[in-house]
């Protein structure tokens, strides 16, 4: 649908991008139950698309290196107006079904740098799905996944029951920090006790603390331990969903839910999904990872979303948005899949795309000019 008419073409365009070039054989992509549908960034028609393989039905026109798009996106009625006053689409939803050609005639158009012959391979833009002449140029960054931190979980300190009420403690001589619902443990102290509030005192310090069993401990060596973790000093990056990797006592495959205090990713207080498992005193080497990528420094090119990156320590992934920066360029990145551990800077890579398996088949004058449209054919040419 092209809106009301507010022109004149002294020439008819030859066709809209993803139309049928020919009346030649095509096949389309065989999928299961339920596929193929539009990923959550949606699809876009007259692009290369790749399936997501880890559920085989989720569809993008973003790809991740090695490999080549699975298929081409035809114009068939399959795009949807969704923007107010917009005339018209070639935007699939999420979630809509989408039909991906693997052979077959079709229009695309030439998005550089170069013209597209006769013959000519067409690349796939991993960032975009777009149709090139050549590979998009990648980047090459300087970049960190996670953190290393200086960090602690609850306290230590020394514990006499409060007289006449067996369900108050006070806690004094404190090493560390007393968070509501952490477990308190020590000599006089039930298994399983936590502490339910602070009655009075130095705020998450020295002071009146309410259990929720009964004690009898009188000045003896009490340790608090729960889901707070206190961070001291860090080099990189804490994001929320990075899973926390510590020494005895912490808990196993935690992630970071929150921030509760202190510098945005840097030194303070944060929330973790699982308790520890005892009191951890200051301890060096505790590291965050996930899936937030912080670009400290670019070498050459720029970044894309789509963009798959390639590092030593890295995941195989690429790269879902930009958080903050500079547009392609220095900043905080998310990336599809999270990291398995900390990566300190490392020099990283990204691939701009891949050859598609198609060729150019230009046939008139002009046909496969920069910005213009073109045949492309999987029959040979």
């Known amino acids: 649908m092209g809106g009301f008419q507010n022109r004149v073409n002294l020439v008819l365009p030859p066709a809209v991008e993803g139309d049928f070039a020919s009346a030649n054989p095509r096949a389309t992509l065989l999928a299961g139950p339920g596929a193929l549908v539009a990923g959550p960034s949606g699809v876009l028609v007259g692009k290369f698309a790749w399936v997501n393989p880890s559920d085989f039905t989720t569809t993008s026109n973003q790809g991740t290196a090695p490999n080549a798009p699975d298929g081409f996106v035809h114009r068939d009625q399959q795009a949807l107006i969704t923007v107010y006053l917009e005339t018209a689409s070639q935007a699939i939803p999420e979630g809509f ?3 991906l050609h693997n ?8 998005l ?3 013209a597209l012959t006769k013959g ?18 990648g980047a090459s960054v300087t970049a960190t996944l996670g953190s290393t931190n200086t960090a602690a979980i609850g306290s230590t300190s ?6 006449g009420n067996a369900n108050q403690i006070t806690l004094s001589s404190v090493t ?11 000599t006089g102290v039930p298994a399983n006790t936590a502490i339910t509030a602070q009655i009075s005192g130095t705020a998450n310090g020295a002071g009146v603390y309410e259990t929720s069993n009964q004690t009898t401990a009188a000045a003896a060596t009490i340790t608090t331990f729960g889901t707070t973790l206190v961070v001291s000093a860090t080099t990189g990056l804490i994001s929320v969903g990075d899973t926390v990797a510590g020494g005895a006592g912490f808990p196993v495959a935690a992630t970071v839910v929150s921030q509760i205090s202190g510098t945005s990713g840097g030194a303070g207080s944060y929330q973790l999904s699982a308790p520890a498992t005892q ?3 200051s301890a060096t080497g505790v590291t965050t990872y996930g899936t937030t990528l912080n670009v400290t420094a670019v070498g050459s090119g720029t970044l894309a979303i789509g963009d798959p990156i390639t590092g030593t320590n890295m995941p195989a992934t690429s790269i879902a948005s930009q958080i903050s920066g500079t547009a392609g360029g220095v900043g905080v990145y998310s990336l599809f899949v ?10 990283i890579t990204t691939a701009g795309g891949i050859a598609s398996g198609w060729k150019a088949m230009p046939t008139n004058q002009g046909d496969g000019a920069v910005g213009s449209l073109v045949k492309i054919t999987t029959w040979g040419v």
């Open 112 to 114: 550089g740098p170069s």
């Open 97 to 99: 079904p989408v039909t």
């Open 103 to 110: 052979a077959g005639d079709f229009w695309v158009k030439n």
């Open 158 to 163: 020394t514990g006499t029951v409060v007289a």
């Open 338 to 347: 999270p990291g398995t551990q900390y990566v300190a800077s490392e020099a």
């Open 120 to 137: 000519a391979t067409v690349y796939a833009g991993y960032a975009d799905g777009g149709a090139y002449s050549s590979a998009p140029a």
């Open 176 to 186: 560390g920090k007393i968070y509501v619902g952490d477990t308190i443990a020590g």
């Open 279 to 281: 009191y951890v005193a």
